[in-house]
């Protein structure tokens, strides 16, 4: 079955680094760009960045732009997100998600069909 799973969540403080992986299961998430996602309580989910498959190209939300960095290793079918400079609303649950499509469009959550079940991120200040 196929699914992705999101690691690496945890506590920080305010100016630490994490790292987030989401690693894929199945093959058939190769050719499928990846998103971040993330969701603070009593909030509504928020774009994160994304990564495409077909050239690597990554795109940020403003609230994250210069802090946080998308990558993907082909070779694992795995994609990190490197977080620096970490704020304390930065905390929330962050979210992997799997989708076909290529563009701008992936900064909307309804581009996406398959979704992790998220990793806890809480930063303190």
């Known amino acids: 079955q196929a699914r992705l799973e999101e690691s690496g969540g945890g506590a920080a403080q305010s100016g630490d680094s994490l790292r987030l992986a989401c690693a894929a299961s199945?093959?058939?998430?190769?050719?499928?760009?990846r998103g971040w996602f993330r969701q603070a309580p009593g909030k509504e989910r928020e774009f994160v960045a994304y990564?495409?498959?077909?050239?690597?190209?990554?795109y940020y939300g403003d609230s994250v732009k210069g802090r946080f960095t998308v990558s993907r290793d082909s070779a694992t079918n795995t994609v990190y997100l490197q977080m620096d400079s970490l704020r304390p609303e930065d905390t929330g649950v962050y979210y992997c998600?799997?989708?076909?499509?290529?563009?701008?469009?992936?900064?909307?959550?309804?581009?996406?069909?398959?979704w992790g079940h998220g990793a806890q991120v809480t930063v303190s200040s």
């Open positions: 998600a799997a989708s076909p499509n290529l563009g701008r469009s992936l900064s909307r959550a309804n581009s996406y069909d398959y």
């Open positions: 199945a093959q058939n998430f190769i050719n499928r760009s």
């Open positions: 990564i495409q498959w077909s050239d690597d190209t990554a």
